[in-house]
């Protein structure tokens, strides 16, 4: 499995940015997936999960309302869309893909087996 993650870059506070991940090499949409970021000294934290059938997703209390999941199973992608950005978003992002297929959304990193190689998003103030 091999997870490509992009659109990450440089944005002013209050703006957005989407964020994709190409997934090959196994059935995309049988496997939960997830966003998870991590800034300079920082622990890895979940931003953002999403189930097989893509109709039960997770978000930490702290985030929901700005960021948004989704997954387009045809096209083997999964999207981030973030709005309303602060700098304390910025960090590396990096999708992942869960171990077991059928999954509802997984919220603890040792359920993902697959990690992308992480984009990075840098809010300036």
């Known amino acids: 499995v091999q997870l490509q993650a992009s659109g990450g870059g440089l944005v002013q506070a209050g703006g957005s940015l989407r964020l994709s991940c190409a997934a090959t090499?196994?059935?995309?949409?049988?496997?939960?997936m997830g966003w998870f970021r991590q800034a300079p000294g920082k622990e890895r934290e979940l931003v953002a999960a999403v189930g097989w059938s893509a109709l039960n997703t997770y978000y930490p209390d702290s985030l929901e309302g700005r960021f948004t999941i989704s997954r387009d199973n045809a096209k083997s992608t999964l999207f981030l869309q973030m709005s309303s950005l602060i700098p304390e978003d910025t960090a590396i992002y990096y999708c992942a893909a869960a171990a077991l297929a059928f999954g509802s959304a997984r919220t603890n990193a040792n359920q993902y087996a697959y990690w992308g190689q992480g984009t990075q998003v840098t809010v300036s103030s």
């Open positions: 090499g196994r059935t995309f949409s049988n496997y939960a």
